[in-house]
């Protein structure tokens, strides 16, 4: 199996290209053939010698994202699932909100985190996706878009998988997408959301980015997130906060908290206390996420009064806190409900 050629960064093209006895140059002639003229294929670079283009289809090949099914929503939402060449399927998603369309992307087949309220994890992690795989996810989303002359303006790496245990591949697909001779994403309008994998969360931190990042959390305290996510057990509770805490004082930039709301599982107010009491320090923002019914597990809906009363308990005591605008719930837009469907019938 050839690599892909979205694999690889400008940087990659041009030392590819150099080993192939050319200028540096012809990598970002490739790099804008991929990324702003958005070609399918190597016959198309004009630009290219013959003999340069017979080359790269001799040495790589395009990502190939065949539509199993695409849903569209009320509200704008598109959700596809596409095939790889492996036969796995992911999902992707294009989001329409005011300010733009933000897509959500895929990291992994699969995710062998286990989060209790997710149906990606139901069959286990089958593979990473490689850094083209996810980088053609936005490409294709790119090339919709084109029809109508909208562009992608924001992503987030909030599809199926922990980018965090894919860290290279989501780093890579990272540094294409912000790339200024690229699709060009400003990095403030890229959200990368982890589980709390710890020693990457230092890592990211590290890595002196613009990038948001959101932090899965779905609980106040140990106990109660280890029996939602059994990562918790892996990297327990108080070594996120302080992996957040470097972060925060490395970077300076906000947090955000995912917070999934069960209903009578996390969502009383003595939750919201107890979660307010621990984020009272941190520049943060928490999302609260009225759950999706997932019919394998079974839990209910927090009531509309109940998520209410949870957001006015953070924001009274100064947390700054939203309820998520739901998106696609009549097309089960929720990460992993398509692909799930898919295997069930597959
Ligand atoms: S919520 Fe994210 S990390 Fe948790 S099981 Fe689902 S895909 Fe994996």
Not at 97 to 103: A, F, K, L, R
Not at 174 to 185: A, F, V, Y
Not at 267 to 281: F, G, S, W
């Amino acid at each position: 199996m050839k690599p892909f050629i979205y694999d690889l960064t400008l940087e990659e093209l041009q030392d590819w290209a150099k080993n192939n006895g050319e200028p540096a140059f012809r990598g970002g002639q490739i790099f804008d053939w991929l990324y702003v003229k958005r070609v399918n294929d190597f016959s198309e670079m004009t630009n290219l010698s013959k003999g340069l283009r017979e080359k790269l289809a001799e040495q790589f090949s395009f990502v190939t994202l065949h539509e199993i099914t695409k849903l569209e929503s009320k509200d704008g939402t598109v959700k596809f699932l596409f095939g790889l060449h492996d036969d796995h399927a992911i999902e992707t998603v294009i989001m329409r909100h005011n300010y733009g369309n933000s897509i959500c992307v895929t990291t992994q087949v699969g995710c062998r985190i286990g989060c209790t309220f997710c149906a990606s994890t139901l069959g286990g992690l089958k593979r990473n996706l490689t850094a083209g795989e996810i980088t053609a996810q936005v490409v294709q989303a790119q090339k919709i878009l084109d029809k109508t002359n909208e562009r992608v303006s924001s992503i987030v790496i909030m599809g199926s998988g922990e980018p965090f245990e894919n860290y290279e591949a989501t780093m890579t697909f990272l540094r294409t997408m912000i790339h200024e001779k690229g699709l060009n994403i400003g990095q403030r309008h890229i959200t990368v959301s982890t589980s709390g994998i710890v020693p990457n969360i230092y890592k990211f931190a590290d890595e002196d980015t613009q990038i948001n990042l959101a932090i899965s959390i779905h609980a106040p305290n140990d106990a109660l997130r280890s029996k939602l996510m059994p990562v918790n057990r892996r990297y327990p509770f108080n070594d996120v906060m302080d992996a957040l805490r470097y972060y925060l004082a490395k970077t300076g930039r906000r947090i955000s908290f995912e917070y999934a709301l069960i209903g009578g599982v996390n969502d009383q107010a003595e939750h919201a206390e107890e979660l307010a009491d621990v984020l009272k320090d941190m520049l943060c923002h928490v999302n609260l996420i009225p759950v999706n019914h997932v019919p394998e597990r079974k839990y209910v809906r927090t009531s509309r009064s109940d998520i209410f009363n949870f957001q006015r308990i953070l924001a009274d005591k100064g947390i700054n806190v939203t309820i998520r605008r739901e998106q696609g719930h009549d097309i089960a837009a929720a990460c992993g409900q398509l692909r799930a469907k898919h295997m069930e019938l597959g």
